[in-house]
Every structure is written in C-alpha cells, then in structure tokens.
C-alpha cells in the first residue's frame, strides 16, 4: 500500500493513501466529502485513456488514510496536497477536485503559488463563501452547518446516507442513473471514515475563498450541476466563483444532481479531457 507522511499527532505517523497510476501528463484528483479516491472511478478509466499519469489521494481522516483527531481546516489539507506534490516531485500537474476537493486546490493556489500547476478543474464548487453573513447575503445560514455537525453526532450513519442520497437525487434518479449498490457502495466508504473528521470537516466548508482567488492565474475549468443540485446550488457557489476567476471557463449541467461524477459520468469526461488537453 503506497502513502506518504504529512506529520504526526502524538507519537503516531500521519499517513495518507494515494494511487499513481499510467503516464503522461500529471493529473491529481481530490475527492469530496465524505468519499476516497475510489470516488473518481469513471474519471480515472477516461484519464488513462486518454493518456494522462492519475494520482488519487484520501484525504485525511477519509478512505484508508491516517484518522487522525486535528488537521480538518483547509490550511492543513492545503499542506497535505503540497506534501503529494513535493513528495511525487510532481511538476506541469492538472489538480482536479471535487466539492470540499476543491476547497483544497484553491487555498493550495494562495498559499504555494501556481508554479508547479498547469491546469485546474473545479467540479462542484465549495466556494467562494458558503456562510451567510452581512457582506454575503447569498450565503447560508450558520444553522445549518451546526444542525449538520449535531446530526453527525447524534446518527452519523443514517446522516451520511442521507447525504448521499440528497447528492444524487437518490428520490428522483434512483433506478435509473443511480442505482442502490451504487448509493451502498458510497456509504460504505463514507461511514469508514473518522467520526471526528466527519464532524470537523464541515466546519472548513465555510471558509472564507474570496481573498484566495485572486491567486489563481492558471486556466481553470468550473463545472457544475445546476438549479437540481442540492448540495450546493450553484447560485451561491460556482456561478459566482465563476466570476471572481481571471481565466476560467463554466459549464452548468442542468438537471443534473451533485454527484455529476456518477450519473453524469460521460459529460463530466467528455469536458474534462477536453480541457486537459
């Protein structure tokens, strides 16, 4: 099993679990919440063939990497994947992550540059700014986020089922681009992962993105689901995002649920070798 060290918490190592796998040109691939690196499978069989090197990671806390009780914060995921890039020597790379994934490329881009980067594709987009607050009307409101952390706690599996679920509008699609051993397959994996990283990682959802964007000067790909997406509705994500990017081109799937990288596998593959190019 191949992973890398990113530090440790008391006297136990901090490993995380990554795949390396073909050649040709980098592409590193950062999953959302609460999933691994297995959750790009449709993605990684497009990337091969179209002849690119794919690495997927899990993230702390999530998959078969390290659970360890700190390091939820974008500031210390952020150094994870810099540590995968140091670590892989990896340079003229493509990042491409997906939901909380990339909240982890865009404070990755304001803290150690773009010089290693080549290319980034946000599918999902967790920013620029999820909380409601005064100079962000759009947002959403605290309550939520803390009414999600108690329903962790209180039944972490049947919460992440439904959040499953509402990521593939499992009420609307079940049956048809979504089948249940997918939906089972997806919480075996979520519920797998620390429960203290699964409370803690929605606390780093409402991180304030929009004085990291300026930073990003690489030619960025945004893709998102749209008005369907339950998630996060790309009016108060990506649509905005959008904007706030110097070089960045937007695709909206309409009808299409969160989970673009399941059921609309095809698309999302047709738009992302096109980019990578």
Known sequence: MSTFTVGQENSTPIELYYEDLGS???VVLIAGYPFS??????QIAALLAAGHRVITYDRRGFGRSSR????????????????????LGLT???????SMGTGEI???IAKYGTGRLRRAVLIGTIGPFLLKTDDNPEGVDPSVFEGLKAAIRNDRPATLLSIIQNANNYDVLGGTLVSE??????????????PIGAVKSIDAWIEDF????PHNDVPTLILHAGEADRVLP????????????????FVELEDAPHNILWTHADRVNEELVSFLR
């Open 92 to 98: 003229d790379v493509s990042l491409v992550g997906f």
């Open 181 to 194: 051993r997918v939906i089972e397959d997806s919480w075996n994996i979520g519920v797998s992962a620390s």
């Open 210 to 213: 929009r004085d990291d964007l």
């Open 68 to 87: 360890p009780s700190v390091g939820y914060d974008f500031d210390t995921l952020a150094a994870d994947l810099n540590t995968l890039l140091t670590t």
């Open 234 to 249: 790309p009016g108060a994500t990506s649509r905005r995002q959008a904007k706030l990017l110097k070089n960045c081109k």
């Open 24 to 26: 040709g040109s980098p």
């Open 37 to 42: 690196g297995a959750s790009w499978e449709k």
């Open 106 to 108: 865009t404070r990755y």
